[in-house]
């Protein structure tokens, strides 16, 4: 089977780590015979891609995961650039399987030209779920879309995957967001207290492990040198080493790290995979929605929490003093969502036949 996937390549290691966790669970359902890629938030799919290269070159068109529901600006409302009459000139199998309902609350939803684009999406694909972080409610609350749930595809990076570890010492990840800071922190004055306190958090953490910082997207670089910076045992990743041919290699850092703070929904998402603790850093609906659909909600620390220094601190101390223990509760929950996603595409295979 020649399988095209359209999913987000605009240069986030999120978005790649859930790419290889998809491309894995193709590879471990389907019998392929190669993926290509095509990046959804680019690729425009007009009547000649379709006609030439989608139905001629392909058996199985696969889009998602990602938050790709999202971009009240995007000629859709959501990223997948295709004119609505054009979606069922599509001849082979497509689903769309874990994407993320991903708008802001203060952006107020998708509009309703997304919403009659979605309706026609799912009307035409052989299969249309959402990923495991409350994006089931939020899609129902504001379309009225009752949307099934798997896990995000992200969780799925170690299946018959190896990763080599490149640092030796016990350390920590810290993975910090700068992009749309505005919308992340609220307000100047909200930023520059956030990296006061992680400065603080991260000198307390430097004591005992070293301390690495987790860019996924360029912008996140700068704040992340903003809070390492001067404090002894803590570090930066080489982001171009590894964005983004060698996303794999920063994938395999959340493996091996004693636990992660993370404030990206993949952040969160492929540390767990790994039965690796982590921290979530709240500061959009999805990072608290995936911490309490997984029955972690104790370990979701809110970034405009009035006392944020000392709750992430207690938070990183029950954290520590549970360590093995949380250790054996994520193997359990990763066999359920592991056999979540089984269900879900023993039906996939049946109907893209």
Same mark, same amino acid.
Request: contains cysteine; hydrophobic residues 40%; glycine residues 8%.
């Given at each position: 089977?020649?399988?095209?996937?359209?999913?987000?390549?605009?240069?986030?290691?999120?978005?790649?780590?859930?790419?290889?966790?998809?491309?894995?669970?193709?590879?471990?359902?389907?019998?392929?015979?190669?993926?290509?890629?095509?990046?959804?938030?680019?690729?425009?799919?007009?009547?000649?891609?379709?006609?030439?290269?989608?139905?001629?070159?392909?058996?199985?068109?696969?889009?998602?995961?990602?938050?790709?529901?999202?971009?009240?600006?995007?000629?859709?409302?959501?990223?997948?650039?295709?004119?609505?009459?054009?979606?069922?000139?599509?001849?082979?199998?497509?689903?769309?399987?874990?994407?993320?309902?991903?708008?802001?609350?203060?952006?107020?939803?998708?509009?309703?030209?997304?919403?009659?684009?979605?309706?026609?999406?799912?009307?035409?694909?052989?299969?249309?779920?959402?990923?495991?972080?409350?994006?089931?409610?939020?899609?129902?609350?504001?379309?009225?879309?009752?949307?099934?749930?798997?896990?995000?595809?992200?969780?799925?990076?170690?299946?018959?995957?190896?990763?080599?570890?490149?640092?030796? +010492? @016990?350390? #920590? /990840?810290?993975? $910090? %967001?700068?992009? *749309?800071?505005?919308?992340?922190?609220? &307000?100047?004055?909200?930023?520059?207290?956030?990296?006061?306190?992680?400065?603080?958090?991260?000198?307390?953490?430097?004591?005992?492990?070293?301390?690495?910082? +987790? @860019?996924? #997207? /360029?912008?996140? $670089? %700068?704040?992340? *040198?903003?809070?390492?910076?001067?404090? &002894?045992?803590?570090?930066?990743?080489?982001?171009?080493?590894?964005?983004?041919?060698?996303?794999?290699?920063?994938?395999?850092?959340?493996?091996?790290?004693?636990?992660?703070?993370?404030?990206?929904?993949?952040?969160?998402?492929?540390?767990?995979?790994?039965?690796?603790?982590?921290?979530?850093?709240?500061?959009?609906?999805?990072?608290?929605?995936?911490?309490?659909?997984?029955?972690?909600?104790?370990?979701?620390?809110?970034?405009?929490?009035?006392?944020?220094?000392?709750?992430?601190?207690?938070?990183?101390?029950?954290?520590?003093?549970?360590?093995?223990?949380?250790?054996?509760?994520?193997?359990?929950?990763?066999?359920?969502?592991?056999?979540?996603?089984?269900?879900?595409?023993?039906?996939?295979?049946?109907?893209?036949?």
């Amino acid at each position: 089977m020649r399988i095209l996937h359209s999913y987000c390549l605009n240069y986030n290691i999120g978005d790649y780590a859930l790419g290889f966790g998809l491309k894995n669970l193709l590879r471990k359902y389907l019998k392929v015979d190669l993926i290509g890629d095509t990046n959804i938030q680019g690729r425009e799919f007009n009547e000649y891609y379709i006609n030439e290269v989608v139905n001629k070159r392909y058996d199985l068109l696969v889009i998602g995961g990602g938050g790709i529901i999202h971009g009240k600006h995007w000629p859709n409302g959501w990223f997948w650039l295709i004119d609505k009459e054009l979606i069922k000139t599509i001849k082979i199998p497509f689903i769309v399987y874990g994407v993320g309902y991903n708008y802001w609350e203060e952006e107020g939803g998708i509009p309703e030209r997304g919403i009659i684009h979605l309706k026609e999406t799912i009307k035409y694909a052989r299969h249309f779920s959402v990923r495991n972080d409350g994006s089931a409610g939020r899609i129902l609350k504001q379309t009225g879309i009752e949307a099934p749930v798997v896990p995000d595809p992200g969780f799925h990076v170690d299946i018959n995957t190896e990763y080599e570890r490149r640092e030796k +010492a @016990p350390y #920590v /990840l810290i993975q $910090v %967001a700068n992009d *749309k800071p505005l919308s992340r922190f609220g &307000s100047e004055e909200a930023i520059k207290s956030f990296v006061k306190a992680m400065r603080t958090v991260t000198q307390k953490l430097a004591k005992d492990y070293k301390v690495i910082f +987790a @860019p996924h #997207v /360029l912008a996140d $670089v %700068a704040l992340s *040198k903003e809070i390492a910076d001067g404090i &002894s045992n803590a570090s930066v990743w080489d982001f171009g080493r590894y964005a983004f041919d060698h996303a794999d290699q920063a994938v395999a850092f959340y493996k091996y790290a004693e636990f992660a703070i993370a404030m990206r929904g993949h952040g969160q998402i492929v540390p767990i995979c790994f039965n690796t603790p982590v921290i979530a850093l709240e500061n959009h609906p999805k990072h608290g929605g995936l911490m309490k659909e997984l029955n972690l909600v104790a370990y979701n620390v809110k970034v405009n929490d009035e006392d944020f220094t000392n709750t992430l601190l207690a938070t990183i101390s029950k954290l520590e003093a549970k360590h093995e223990q949380l250790r054996e509760n994520y193997k359990i929950i990763n066999q359920s969502l592991l056999e979540v996603t089984d269900d879900a595409f023993k039906k996939i295979v049946n109907i893209v036949k």
